[in-house]
């Protein structure tokens, strides 16, 4: 037993003293400070070069960016043109034939308030819904009724004038 601690306190001995030797020896400071200077130098030349690259890709932005406003002015210039009053009106009668319609025969559509009120809940969605589509229903009172027979239905709005057979 007092073989192997003396081993192990050996071993102890040897690592420290190397240890001891590396850090007394006299050109550890200015190996120290070689290190460090290089550690130093290095971190600044990896920022610096990583700064160039996100200027160099600032650059690109921009000059993509300027690509795009160019051409969103270019659609929105040819959007106006295209919606000018004078080049439809000009494609009309050109194209489709259309004429122009004096201002006696135009006439104004004006909704009334109680059209323009929608409904605030669900259930008022499905009652408007609703009533919308009952007013195209046909309807039959005792009137119309004779013998068990319901009248014809038409459908199609063109064919009202015109009877079935």
């Not at 996100?54 to 270019?74: E, G, T, W, Y």
Request: aromatic share 6%; net charge positive; proline share 3%.
């Amino acid at each position: 037993m007092k073989k192997s601690m003396r081993r192990f306190s050996e071993t102890v001995q040897i690592q420290s003293s190397i240890l001891n030797r590396f850090r007394s020896h006299r050109y550890f400071p200015l190996a120290m400070l070689v290190v460090i200077v290089l550690l130093a130098s290095c971190i600044h030349i990896w920022q610096r070069v990583m700064v160039l690259d996100l200027v160099h890709k600032v650059s690109c932005l921009k000059i993509d960016n300027a690509s795009l406003i160019d051409d969103a002015r270019k659609v929105h210039s040819d959007i106006a043109f295209l919606s000018s009053s004078a080049r439809i009106e000009q494609y009309a009668s050109d194209s489709l034939g259309l004429k122009t319609v004096p201002a006696e025969r135009l006439y104004t559509l004006i909704r009334t308030r109680q059209e323009i009120s929608e409904p605030v809940d669900d259930i008022a969605v499905v009652l408007a819904a609703v009533k919308r589509v009952a007013a195209y229903i046909p309807s039959v009172t005792k009137a119309n009724v004779t013998a068990g027979e319901l009248p014809q239905t038409t459908i199609d709005s063109l064919s009202k004038g015109v009877d079935a057979e």
